[in-house]
T-cell receptor
């Protein structure tokens, strides 16, 4: 059984650019969530996908968007990058809700310069 | 709106001590509570998951308790080791399939 894998591990982008982060869910999981973690803080919920549709969103602007694919993998896209977007982006998967809890990936460290 | 608070924010103890990390939440109607460990710059590793109907869960030297009525959970670490040094986060969803709300974490350092 594989866990949640994220790519790339590190990324440096220039302000105004666009970025795509990728996540492969743990085997058997059908729900994917994305979180942003600024340095020294707890993760903040961005959005969640179930059956290829967004079914929950945190307080993030529309320039944060995502996709979930039929194999339950997912992408997080951020347009018009700002310096404050620099953070660790975490992907989490679960099976139809949170009864068994969430499994997190190792994250992608995004630096915007 | 659910708010989760963790106290203390940082803790430094000598090796071998037993210690307690605290997590409090404002809305007691939680579905479950999950404790995570995070090493610097890394992802989250799940330690313990307590369902809303349970009072505690144990895994090795770790014991987590849950008191929904008072909005509190504690993570007890027995006989701490330098390898336990990390940030510990608690998180709760209000409903099944709902987003996790995290506390700010407790940064633990265990000195040899």
């Amino acid at each position: 059984e594989t866990g949640v894998t994220q790519s790339p591990t590190h990324l440096i982008k220039t302000r105004g650019q666009q970025v795509t982060l990728r996540c492969s869910s743990q085997s058997g999981h059908n729900t994917v969530s994305w979180y942003q973690q600024a340095l020294g803080q707890g993760p903040q919920f961005i959005f969640q996908y179930y059956r290829e549709e967004e079914n929950g969103r945190g307080n993030f602007p529309p320039r944060f968007s995502g996709l979930q694919f039929p194999n339950y993998s997912s992408e997080l896209n951020v347009n018009a990058l700002e310096l404050d977007d620099s953070a660790l982006y975490l992907c989490a998967s679960s099976f139809t809700g949170s009864y068994y809890g969430y499994t997190f990936g190792s994250g992608t460290r995004l630096t915007v310069v | 709106k659910q708010e989760v608070t963790q106290i203390p924010a940082a803790l430094s103890v000598p090796e071998g001590e037993n210690l307690v990390l605290n997590c409090s939440f404002t809305d007691s109607a939680i579905y479950n509570l999950q404790w995570f460990r995070q090493d610097p710059g890394k992802g989250l590793t799940s330690l313990l998951l307590i369902q809303s109907s349970q009072r505690e869960q144990t895994s090795g030297r770790l014991n987590a308790s849950l008191d929904k009525s008072s909005g509190r959970s504690t993570l007890y670490i027995a006989a701490s080791q330098p390898g336990d040094s990390a940030t510990y986060l608690c998180a709760v969803p209000l409903e099944a399939g709902n987003m996790l709300t995290f506390g700010g974490g407790t940064r633990l350092m265990v000195k040899p």
